[in-house]
């Protein structure tokens, strides 16, 4: 579904990302791990076009995503939720639904009474205002927002971001209920133990470079890969 090969982007003049590759398939649940500054969130960001490529190749479904602009991105099928959610605060909950709605062009079988079969907290706050949510909220408000666009593929950074454990489980039950419906995650966390229930198979990220890939097993039962590259 989608193919990265030997991008190299970053913000104005300083590059971030250097050489980056992986694959995702249709159906999987991939996590790029790494500590703080690996390039994670860069490597997001550079897929939905929200950062400079200087080289590289971005293919979703086969076609070049490298020099289009977000909105045409997302009008594909790649929904970004981003890890400060930027969801609209003087909205309500309901109305920042039906706006992703509105704007994605996308026809599809995710709309407000399955987003809120999905999220049922986010029925009973359907007519609070984003800064009257709780950061947990707003989380699901995010997520819910991404999936009224009907996207193939769902771009997470840092999920888990915060949230307490209890939470987390919850979100992780939520994700599989996501993967079933048929959309296939590409997130980028830190947290191994998250990513190790959720994810089919994951990318280590350090210095903007992928540093090696695998099953999320074999990835995190390998100690010196942790200790080197992932342990905070």
């Excluded at 649940?29 to 971005?58: E, I, P």
């Excluded at 950061?135 to 999920?159: H, I």
């Excluded at 966390?189 to 959720?198: A, E, S, Y």
């Amino acid at each position: 579904m989608l193919t990265v090969e030997g991008l190299v982007a970053g913000y104005g003049g300083s590059v971030v990302l250097h050489g980056v590759g992986f694959s995702v398939q249709r159906g999987e649940v991939v996590a790029l791990l790494g500590r703080n500054g690996a390039g994670k969130t860069t490597t997001l960001r550079a897929v939905v076009g929200l950062v400079h490529v200087h080289r590289g190749s971005v293919r979703f479904r086969d076609v070049e995503l490298v020099g289009r602009p977000p909105f045409e991105v997302a009008r594909r099928g790649i929904a970004y939720v981003p890890d400060d959610r930027r969801i609209f605060p003087d909205l309500t909950v309901e109305e920042n639904l039906q706006l992703a709605r509105y704007a994605s062009g996308r026809e599809g079988p995710w709309d407000l009474e399955r987003v809120y079969g999905l999220f049922p907290a986010l029925r009973e706050l359907r007519h609070l205002r984003g800064t009257q949510l709780s950061g947990g909220q707003q989380k699901m408000l995010a997520l819910g927002r991404a999936l009224m666009s009907n996207p193939e593929l769902l771009l997470l950074d840092e999920p888990v971001e915060g949230l307490a454990p209890l939470v987390v489980r919850q979100l992780e039950q939520t994700l599989r209920e996501i993967r079933q419906a048929g959309v296939t995650i590409l997130l980028a966390d830190q947290n191994l133990r998250f990513c190790r229930r959720i994810a089919d198979r994951g990318y280590v990220l350090d210095k903007g470079t992928v540093r090696l890939g695998g099953t999320l097993q074999a990835i995190t039962s390998d100690e010196q890969t942790v200790r080197q590259y992932l342990a905070v």
